[in-house]
C-alpha cells in the first residue's frame, strides 16, 4: 500500500478543546499517523496557554491566530492558514476540511484551492444547512461582516469545488440533496474500542468507588459540550421530577461537558444556576473538561442524549461502546445511528416522555444489561474506527490519483 501520502487537515477547534468532531478527528489522525501516512493538524490557537506546535499521539499539532479578541483570532487563524497553504503546496497532497467555524477551515481551504489546484474534502460536522443559509442566527458583529462579504451562494460554491464531501450518515447525505452536490460520501464516526469497551463487574465496581458514586442509585450519565443545542436542561427537568415525584432518592445525574463560557450558544451558566437554584446539588453533579471520559462511562448506568440537533454523535457510540442502555432524541441523526426498530426515543424537549424511558430502565437492571449489551454488539460491527479510517485513505488516494491522470 502506498502511504506516501501528506494529509493537511483544518478544523478550528482542537483538543484538548473537548468535543465528538475534536475526538473524532484525532482519532482519525493517529490512525492515519500509525498507518504511515503524514498528517499536520491546522488549528485555531483559542487560548494564550496553548502551545503552537506540538505532537498529541504522534500528530502533528500547528495553532495559529491567537488573539483575545475573537474576530481578530478568526481572521488572523484564517490568514495564517491560507498562506501556510500556499506557502507550503509542495509539501502536502491533499487538505481534509472539517468545518466547525466554516471562515477558518473551510474558506482557507477553498482559497487556496483555487491558487495551488490542491484537492480538498470536506468532513461535514451537522447538518450543512449552515453553509447555504446565514452563518449566524446570533447576529454577531463576525457573522454580519461574513454575511456581507460571503453571501450563501458562495458557500455552496466551496462546496461543490471540494472534491468529495462526507457525510456521516445518509441523513446527512439526504440533507445535500437540495444543494447539488455531486461528490458525496458517507463514512460514519468511528469508536477506539481499546479505551470503549464493556467492564467487568469488578472493573465497574472499583470505577464507581474510585469516582465517588453512590452505591444504591441508578448512575444516568451525559457527555458533551455546555451547548443550547445538547439540551441538558431536559435531562435536569426529567431527573428532578424522578426524585421529587417518582422516585425519591434512586437516581443520581452525572453531566460530563466541556467549559466555553466564551461561546454564544453554551448553556453552562444557565443549567448550573438552575441545579443551583432548585436545590438539585446532591443528585445532580457537574464535572468539567475531564480526561478519561470512558472510565466514567463504564462506572455507570444509563446514558441520556436529549440533543435538539447533531450531526453524528460520538458520544452515543461512545456510551455503546462500553455497554450503556441509552435513551437519546428521536431527531433522525440519532434514530439512524441504532439497529431498525430499536431505541428509546422521545422529543427533544419532552421531559415526561424522558420521565418514562428513565422509569423503564431504572426499575429493571436485566434491561439496563440486555439492551446495553445489544447496543455494544451493534457498535462493534459498525463503527470500527480501523474500518473507518482506511475509508478515508482510499478515498484520499482515489482523489489524488484521479488528478494525477486527468
Known sequence: MNTDLNIVVIIDRYLPIFGGAQNNVHELCRRLTRDGYKVNILTRRIYKWMQCNEEMDEVKITRLGYSPVRVISKLLCFLYILIYLINKRNYYDIVLSVPCVETTDLLPAYISSMLTKKPYVIRLTGFPTFYAIPLSTKRTLWSRIMETLLPKNYWLKMMRRASAVVAQSSVLKEALDPYSIEKCEVISNGVDFKRFNVPGELEKNSLRKKYDYPEDKVVIINTGRYDRDKNQITLIKAAEYIEKSVMPGKVYVLIIGATQRNQLTSNED????????????????????????????????????????????????????????????????????????????????????????????????????????????????KYSNDTLSKMYADLFRNIINDDRSA
Open 270 to 381: 444557565e443549567i448550573k444556576q438552575y441545579v443551583n437554584n432548585r436545590g438539585l446539588g446532591s443528585f445532580i453533579k457537574f464535572i468539567d473538561d475531564v480526561d478519561g471520559v470512558e472510565n466514567y462511562l463504564k462506572a455507570a448506568d444509563i446514558f441520556c442524549h436529549p440533543t435538539i440537533d447533531e450531526g453524528m454523535s460520538n458520544a452515543l457510540i461512545e456510551a455503546m461502546a462500553c455497554g450503556l442502555p441509552i435513551i437519546c432524541s428521536d431527531i433522525p441523526q440519532e434514530v439512524c445511528m441504532f439497529p431498525e426498530g430499536e431505541g428509546l426515543f422521545h422529543k427533544p424537549h419532552d421531559h415526561d416522555s424522558l420521565v418514562i424511558h428513565l422509569k423503564e430502565l431504572i426499575t429493571s437492571k436485566e434491561l439496563r444489561k440486555s439492551y446495553g449489551d445489544m447496543l455494544s454488539t451493534y457498535a462493534r460491527e
